[in-house]
């Protein structure tokens, strides 16, 4: 289904967050496609930069890594922003890393607005150990255990549950729209 373009205020920037096995990387790139000029920026490709070194993001040793890597991140999407993109970042931005991201993007004025997308546990753990590489060369997240500790570590979000969206009934062009739709309406704008 072609949507139109839809002009948004200036150096708008969506982030969509949640578990693995939530469909941040796909409902990203739908809703990207909805804006002329527009970037997807995938979070998971700046860890493969790191050749040597790397910490499973999910471990507890890995928080230094894991700061450096989304400082980037934002740093990158910001200056995406700044040149008149509209820019859709997925990744995993929980709580516990949001101020980190948001500082960064708000440090360069952009607008930002907050998506998580939190299926049933069951739904996420069946995509997320389904699915095929989305880089080639690193194997997809398929340890059932890291996938349960992320998908609990998005309950629970207290002031934050109003950007959740349960997209586990939903397909990928339905969540698209639900999450273009309140990224056009300001619904999530932190």
């Not at 002009?7 to 969506?14: G, K």
């Not at 490709?45 to 230094?64: E, H, M, N, Q, S």
């Amino acid at each position: 289904m072609a949507v139109p373009s839809e002009p948004v205020s200036s150096e708008p920037i969506l982030l969509i967050t949640g578990p693995p096995g939530s469909g941040k990387s796909t409902v990203a790139r739908l809703v990207a496609e909805r804006f002329d000029p527009a970037v997807s920026i995938e979070s998971d490709w700046f860890w493969t930069t790191i050749v040597r070194g790397l910490v499973a993001p999910w471990l507890p040793d890995a928080d230094a890594q894991n700061r450096t890597v989304l400082r980037t991140c934002a740093a990158a999407a910001a200056a995406l922003a700044s040149g008149g993109y509209t820019v859709v970042m997925n990744g995993i931005f929980g709580p516990w890393y949001l101020d980190l991201v948001t500082e960064g993007l708000r440090h360069h004025g952009g607008d930002v607005h907050y998506v998580i997308l939190r299926p049933g546990l069951e739904v996420a753990m069946d995509r997320a150990v389904s699915r095929a590489p989305l880089t080639p060369g690193i194997p997809p997240l398929t340890d059932t255990g890291p996938v349960r500790q992320m998908w609990a570590q998005f309950q629970n979000l207290g002031p934050l549950e109003r950007h959740v969206i349960d997209n586990g009934a939903q397909d990928p062009e339905e969540t698209a729209t639900l999450v273009w739709t309140r990224f056009v309406s300001g619904t999530d704008r932190l």
